[in-house]
């Protein structure tokens, strides 16, 4: 019921470029993102009184808690999203990953793999 002015408050308020939309906080019924606002504004600023559930993408791609960061980045990069919601196995919205955190990750790992190999350069294995 939210409208797009108090999203744009809440992405503000948070620094996050996206948001879940759920009614009770537990299941999804969409997410929204700043593209999806600055897609929405071509229309003019009164866009901004209309409601969240008329930007938001009801199609949600979700991820387990136990997934890898390659699935992510794969699902991320086939489906051209940034922003993965977390879910159990029955729906239940457990947090968001969004590809900010993926590239953290990722250069965390091939950080551990430069020292790894660079160690065993100069220890001669």
Known sequence: ??????????????????????????????????????????????????????????????ASPDGHVDELMHLMTEKRVRHIPVTDSDGVLLGIVSIGDVVKSRLGELEGERAALLEYVTRGG
């Open 1 to 62: 019921d939210a409208t797009i002015a108090d999203l744009v408050a809440m992405l503000a308020e948070h620094s996050v470029g996206a948001l879940v939309v759920s009614a009770d906080g537990r299941t999804i019924t969409g997410i929204v993102s700043e593209r999806d606002v600055v897609r929405a504004m071509t229309h003019g600023a009164d866009v901004l009184s209309r409601p969240v559930a008329s930007i938001m993408t009801t199609h949600v791609f979700c």
